[in-house]
Structures are given as C-alpha cells and as structure tokens.
C-alpha cells in the first residue's frame, strides 16, 4: 500500500468486494463492512508488538483491581495506545481454527477495552457478521483483511487518517441516496479549508503552535480531519517542526459517529474528542473555545422537540441563543450562534458554515432570523459569504452557500463583509433550437451524476474562488458592502377609516383650519408640527416657542407658521382633529423598508406621501432588520427578446408541427 497522503491507495475495498461481498450485500452496503474490518485490521497491526505485554499485565492485574483502575494500567502497557486487546487471539490465529472461527472471533472482538467495543455496537457489527456467518464468508473476509498491510512501518497515522478518509467517501458515494445527511463532499471542504485556513498561513506556521478545530454536527468526521490534513500537507508541507492540530466533534447520528471516533482511532487521535449527542440539548464542549470551527449543519431539520430547552436557555443573556431563536422547522442558525458562543475570546476564531439560503434572508425585521442576522452584523462577525454552484451535494440540488466568521477582522475588512458569486455562470454557445447554453464559471460537470452531485470544484476554481477572496476587491463575481448595507427600517404605513372627502368636510369644523398653511398640512405633517411643538416646555406663545425652535435649528418657515399664526387653542384643534382621523384601517396597512442609510420620514415623504397624501408612520411598529439577498446583489438585467426575433421562432416552430402533421398523416 502506498504511504503517499495525495493519492492513497484503497483498491483493496474493490478486491474484497469481488472475492468475498459481491452476492451476500448490496453496493451501498460494502462501506458498512469494509469501514469496521479497516478498524479492526489496523488496532490489530498497532497491537501485534504489545498484545503479549497486555496479557500478561492483564493476568497479573484483573483480580486485584477493579476494571476502572485496570483500564489505565492496560494502556500503559499497550506502550501508551489509547486501546488494547486482552484476548489470547489476533486477526491472524483466527484463522488457524476456522471450525470455531465465530466463537474464537467474538473472543477477539470482546477482549478490546470498552471504547472500541462501544465504537463496534454503534457500527452495528453484531449484524454485518450475522450475515457473514449466514453466508459462510466470515472466515473468507478474516483471510482477505489480513492481507492488508496497514502496520505503522507501512503507513504512518496521518497517511491513515487519508486512507480511512477515502474509504469513508468511497462508501458513501456507493449509497448516494443518503449520503448527504451526514457526508459533505470533499471538494466543498477543500473550499471551506482554503479560506479559513489560508490567512492564517504565518501565525499557524509557527513553531510549538497548537490549535483546535471544531465541528459540532461532524458527521463522520470528515471536515475537521480534512482541515488538519491542509494545514500539516498544504500550509506547513516544507517544516520540520508541524503544528499540533486538535480536533474536536459532536454528532447526533450513532453510527455517524462511531465513524468518526474510528478515523480518530485509527490515525492516532483522542477518540474521546468525538461525542455523541445533541449539540443543542447536551452539549458536551460547554465552555469550551476552539480555533478554527466548521460545520455542515441538516437543513431544513425541525428543532420542535428541543423547542423548550432552547427557548429556555434564549432567555438567559449569557446563553448561546439570547440573540434569537429561529423557526422551528429550521435550525441552521441555531448552530451558527452555537459556534459563535465557542470563538475564542483570546487567541480569536475562524468559522466555516454551509447552509442552504433560508437562513440569508428568512424572516421578517423583529423575528428570530432577523434578529440573528443583525447580532452577526452588528458584532462585525461576518466577513465573507460563498454562493456555490448548484448540484455540489449529493442529496439536495438547491442553491447553497459558505458563511465565513471571525471575531478578528483584518483593519481592511473591518466594518464590511465580502460577498463572492461562486454560483455565476457563462455562455458557452447556442443549442440547435437558438437557445443559449450556459457553463458554471466555478465549476465542471461530472462525466457521472452520484444522487444530485452533477457539478464538482476542481484545484483551479477553488484557486479562482480563494483569489477572489484574498483581493478583496469588487469585481462582476465579488461585492463588497458595509455592515449597514444589510439592514433596513421597517416602518408601518397606516391610512385612515375616513375617506379623503370625509377628511376635508372634518377639518371645516376646526377653526384651525381657516389658516391656509394647517389646512394644505397632510395628517403626517400635522402629526409631526404637533410632536415638534410639544417637545418643548413651559406654555406655547411665541417667545417661548423661538426659544425652543432656535436651540434645535429648525428651518425659518416652520417657526415663523409656529410663532405667529398658530395659536395655543389651534394646537388642541389639531390635537382633536388628529384624535378623530387618526384611526387605521387595518385594510389599507402597509409595511416599507428603507436602508439603514436612509431616514425613515425622507423615504416617506418623497416615496409616500405624494401618491397617499393622508398616510402617516406608526411610529412604535418601526422595526430594524436584516437580510442578505445574493439575487439582487449580483443581478444583471437582461433585455427581453427583439419581437422579430421572436416571429422568427414562431414561423419557424409553425413550420415544424405542420412538418410533422404531414409525417403523420402521410
């Protein structure tokens, strides 16, 4: 087996599948022999040199010491592995008896120390060797393992960790139905690892530097492996002294998981690292900060039987969901506030997150969403969002995207957050009907569909992709914008019961109304004299009120119709008069957004009030939101089709069907 870390060598599962699996199981089931039997080979090469050791400690020790001091005892005399086998068996003796092949191998299987024996039950062996047993291949699958050399001086943990990483994605591409619930595809995670990783090539090259990376729905492992993997191969593949990576995962899915701990087993990291659990309910890393962290979090997922425990935990300042909670049916952004509460307040973090496009723009100014979003944004955490190319996953074809975080802005990036159009695509020609045929920019098609992954990210686009990032510069796939370009007033614009005409004969019985310059005033405009009159205080006449007026620099009109010609007995008329006409109709209510960059009363004024001049603003239903629209960042208007253009299609289709009528009745 090759001991290279770019191009592994696994065409060992293809030998197996051949000689011993083809009849008894189907091809989405081989990953769920072939990944338990890997482990298994490999504790049983790292052990061959100590398992004699650990008998004899364990012969000496099992009747003096209970089995939770013993544990300890047996992985020191494992040389300091995190596992060991008592059995008097290896992989190889079981084949000296194949009469008793079953018994002698569940001795075997037995004798490992709880934790792999718990990594096992979760991989649900129990049942892949019943079927073995039934078909009379246990002994035939025992035999062609062994054949496999993955002994240290053979292949080292970390060109393990590859080879397991790419039977793991091996086998899920082989059961493409399910394969995105808990697999992201590698060439996302390559994206995903350049742009977190890249920038900080220089601080991670340092010598001695330890670092964290975290996933908290890891599925089986893959994107924190995968993140170790660039930064020991890609960003510090020329250093002696390589950086200590420590990674860190959370998975809800049993079987997921046990995968997960597999590939930290087997590659020589901490299985304990990997947990299972729910990340909301039990989450097993409180207060714990990490680096670096990514995730894949389920889409769509409804979060309603943990509705109350994180409802409960919103209400607490300090909890991880104080910003907000999400619908129910979706809890993308919950876990994005999770890994928010674990940045590292010291050293500063980088996150990585995939979603589908709810979690952009979902949610009205003042709902959960909402409200996230604006925590985000305000906080200055979002540096940068990736719209990827459609049909990269292998279970949903629907438009997705990268979140990139940091609570340690570079100065230039400070206060704006970049958007790049990874999902832009190009004219490649025209199709025989005239019809333009377009390509993703960023992406090429597969030769073979697996599920609904149609496209895949080469070298080059995540080259293009990374470039586009590190230049920080606007161009027809990048936008950059500030923070307050997201957000945006929602104000409610309300319309009287009364109709215009009953409006004009109210203001007739008001005296008031006899000076022009109140009777042209709209509703709004009245609201707001009265409001600006009644800010001031002591008794309304004309000196106190160009006092009042000329601390806060009102224009010369206004305190000139204040100071003369409106009376204190005027301003209770309006004060009547709006108390009658002020009654919304609930019909007639709208509701408008307006740029942060914006003032409300100017987009009302100029955007309104000529086209409803006895509208006003409720002012107490003003809410601030925030979304993300990629489409109308980057859309490019396109002109409708010339009409000759058009009757030439149309003659042309004409002549077609009377063409094939023609076959038809012939």
């Known amino acids: 087996m090759s001991n290279t870390t770019n191009n592994v060598d696994v065409g060992f599962i293809w030998q197996i599948t051949d000689d011993v699996l083809r009849d008894a199981f189907r091809k989405n089931e081989i990953g769920d022999v072939i990944l338990p039997f890997t482990v298994i080979r490999r504790l049983d090469c790292m052990l061959e040199n100590v398992n004699q050791n650990v008998r004899e400690t364990y012969n000496n020790f099992k009747d003096k010491v209970s089995e939770e001091k013993l544990d300890p005892i047996l992985k020191k005399a494992a040389n300091g592995l995190t596992?060991?086998?008592?059995?008097?068996?290896?992989?190889?003796?079981?084949?000296?008896?194949?009469?008793?092949?079953?018994?002698?191998?569940?001795?075997?299987?037995?004798?490992?120390?709880?934790?792999?024996?718990?990594?096992?039950?979760?991989?649900?062996?129990?049942?892949?060797?019943?079927?073995?047993?039934?078909?009379?291949?246990?002994?035939?699958?025992?035999?062609?393992?062994?054949?496999?050399?993955?002994?240290?001086?053979?292949?080292?943990?970390?060109?393990?960790?590859?080879?397991?990483?790419?039977?793991?994605?091996?086998?899920?591409?082989?059961?493409?139905?399910?394969?995105?619930?808990?697999?992201?595809?590698?060439?996302?995670?390559?994206?995903?690892?350049?742009?977190?990783?890249?920038?900080?090539?220089?601080?991670?090259?340092?010598?001695?530097?330890?670092?964290?990376?975290?996933?908290?729905?890891?599925?089986?492992?893959?994107?924190?492996?995968?993140?170790?993997?660039?930064?020991?191969?890609?960003?510090?593949?020329?250093?002696?002294?390589?950086?200590?990576?420590?990674?860190?995962?959370?998975?809800?899915?049993?079987?997921?998981?046990?995968?997960?701990?597999?590939?930290?087993?087997?590659?020589?990291?901490?299985?304990?690292?990997?947990?299972?659990?729910?990340?909301?309910?039990?989450?097993?890393?409180?207060?714990?900060q990490f680096h670096y962290m990514m995730a894949n979090p389920p889409y769509g997922v409804t979060w309603k039987k943990d509705k109350l425990f994180i409802e409960n935990e919103a209400l607490n300042p300090a909890g991880r969901f104080y910003a907000g909670t999400p619908r129910t049916s979706d809890g993308q952004l919950l876990?994005?506030?999770?890994?928010?509460?674990?940045?590292?307040?010291?050293?500063?973090?980088?996150?990585?997150?995939?979603?589908?496009?709810?979690?952009?723009?979902?949610?009205?100014?003042?709902?959960?969403?909402?409200?996230?979003?604006?925590?985000?944004?305000?906080?200055?955490?979002?540096?940068?969002?990736?719209?990827?190319?459609?049909?990269?996953?292998?279970?949903?074809?629907?438009?997705?995207?990268?979140?990139?975080?940091?609570?340690?802005?570079?100065?230039?990036?400070?206060?704006?957050?970049?958007?790049?159009?990874?999902?832009?695509?190009?004219?490649?020609?025209?199709?025989?009907?005239?019809k333009e045929e377009t390509a993703h920019i960023f992406a090429r098609s597969n030769k073979k569909s697996l599920g609904n992954k149609r496209n895949e990210l080469t070298q080059e686009h995540i080259a293009s992709l990374l470039e586009l990032y590190t230049n920080f510069e606007e161009n027809e796939h990048s936008k950059i914008f500030t923070n307050d370009d997201f957000g945006y007033y929602q104000f409610t614009v309300e319309q009287s019961k009364l109709s215009t005409e009953e409006i004009v004969e109210l203001k007739k019985k008001y005296n008031c109304f006899i000076n022009p310059s109140l009777n042209s005033k709209s509703i709004y405009e009245l609201q707001n004299l009265l409001e600006e009159i009644q800010h001031h205080k002591g008794k309304v006449d004309p000196n106190t009120v160009l006092e009042f007026l000329d601390d806060v620099d009102y224009s010369k009109e206004f305190i000139e119709t204040v100071s003369k010609e409106i009376s204190k007995n005027d301003i209770k008329e309006i004060e009547a008069y709006l108390k009658k006409v002020k009654k919304p109709d609930s019909k007639k209510r709208d509701k408008e957004n307006v740029s942060l960059t914006e003032h409300p009363d100017t987009y009302f004024e100029n955007e309104v009030l000529p086209h409803v001049p006895e509208a006003w603003i409720d002012y107490d239903k003003t809410r601030i939101g925030y979304e993300i629209n990629f489409t109308k960042y980057f859309y490019e208007y396109k002109g409708l089709q010339p009409a000759a253009e058009i009757k030439t299609e149309i003659i042309g289709l004409e002549k077609e069907i009377a063409r094939l009528l023609n076959d038809l009745l012939a």
């Open 83 to 288: 596992y060991y086998n008592t059995s008097k068996h290896t992989l190889h003796s079981l084949k000296d008896e194949p009469q008793y092949i079953e018994i002698n191998f569940n001795s075997y299987l037995n004798g490992y120390n709880s934790e792999v024996r718990e990594i096992l039950e979760s991989f649900q062996f129990d049942k892949v060797i019943a079927r073995l047993v039934k078909n009379r291949l246990l002994y035939e699958m025992i035999d062609a393992i062994c054949k496999i050399d993955l002994h240290q001086d053979t292949i080292d943990n970390h060109s393990m960790g590859y080879v397991f990483e790419e039977l793991i994605r091996i086998s899920n591409e082989q059961s493409n139905e399910t394969a995105g619930e808990h697999f992201t595809p590698r060439d996302v995670i390559a994206l995903m690892n350049a742009i977190i990783f890249t920038p900080e090539k220089d601080e991670i090259s340092k010598t001695g530097i330890i670092r964290t990376i975290f996933d908290p729905a890891c599925g089986t492992g893959g994107m924190v492996n995968l993140g170790k993997n660039f930064v020991l191969d890609n960003l510090c593949k020329d250093q002696e002294q390589k950086p200590t990576i420590l990674t860190f995962g959370q998975e809800l899915n049993e079987q997921s998981c046990a995968i997960a701990k597999s590939e930290a087993l087997i590659s020589g990291e901490n299985p304990r690292d990997v947990k299972h659990g729910n990340s909301f309910t039990d989450d097993q890393f409180q207060g714990k």
């Open 335 to 434: 876990f994005l506030q999770h890994m928010i509460a674990k940045m590292d307040t010291k050293s500063g973090s980088r996150i990585g997150v995939v979603t589908n496009g709810s979690p952009l723009f979902t949610g009205d100014a003042g709902s959960g969403e909402s409200n996230i979003r604006k925590w985000i944004i305000e906080n200055d955490w979002l540096e940068c969002i990736v719209a990827l190319p459609k049909d990269l996953f292998y279970n949903t074809g629907i438009n997705t995207y990268i979140w990139f975080l940091t609570n340690k802005k570079t100065e230039e990036r400070k206060g704006k957050v970049q958007l790049i159009n990874g999902n832009a695509s190009k004219v490649i020609g025209t199709n025989a009907k005239g």
